[in-house]
């Protein structure tokens, strides 16, 4: 049974100004894509400060780094390292690091991609928490999961800005904790 909440918690003010800075673009990248633009609410310091700090509250002393993908999870990510006090690994496109790697290849709706970490990137037993942007069908974050397991890590949970709920996305993260703060 996976952790779901379900529906999603009441938005305090603050927050409920930085969801509506969240863009839709209809038919981005492709007719019949509605994307969630996220770059408006990046563009406002006080709402990223916002909705990092609530990313961060449920684990608060509950990790011990942060693991963040190409590219919008890097920049939660390290805002959430920062808020919690950790550190923060860069889960990166094939060929983009540039030390010893481990890496995975996984499936997209229309093809396939690979993802890398370094071997070193946590210690054996570290408790990692994985942050993006959004989790769409979660491909992505159960790819690095693979791989922060691989390295030795043990994935604690899930941070996403955004959720699309109908993408079911959850249920490829099996039985951890994933929050969304914005819930589609």
């Not at 996976?2 to 409920?16: D, F, G, H, I, V």
Request: aromatic share 8%; net charge positive.
């Amino acid at each position: 049974m996976n952790k779901t909440t379900p529906s999603a918690p009441p938005l305090s003010e603050a927050l409920q100004r930085a969801r509506r800075l969240v863009r839709d673009v209809p038919d981005f990248p492709k007719k019949g894509i509605l994307f969630r633009d996220v770059t408006p609410l990046l563009q406002d310091g006080a709402a990223v400060r916002d909705v990092v700090t609530a990313m961060a509250a449920p684990w608060r002393g509950q990790v011990d780094v942060v693991a963040g993908m190409e590219s919008r999870g890097f920049i939660f990510g390290v805002g959430l390292a920062l808020e919690l006090g950790v550190g923060f690994i860069p889960v990166r496109k094939k060929g983009k690091l540039p030390f010893k790697t481990e890496s995975i290849q996984y499936g997209l709706e229309y093809g396939s991609d690979q993802l890398e970490i370094h071997l070193d990137a946590c210690r054996s037993n570290q408790r990692v928490l994985v942050c993006d942007d959004l989790i769409a069908t979660g491909g992505t974050a159960q790819a690095t999961a693979q791989l922060i397991e691989r390295v030795g890590g043990i994935v604690a949970g899930y941070a996403f800005l955004i959720e699309l709920r109908e993408l079911e996305g959850r249920k490829r993260l099996g039985n951890r904790r994933a929050d969304a703060l914005f819930v589609y």
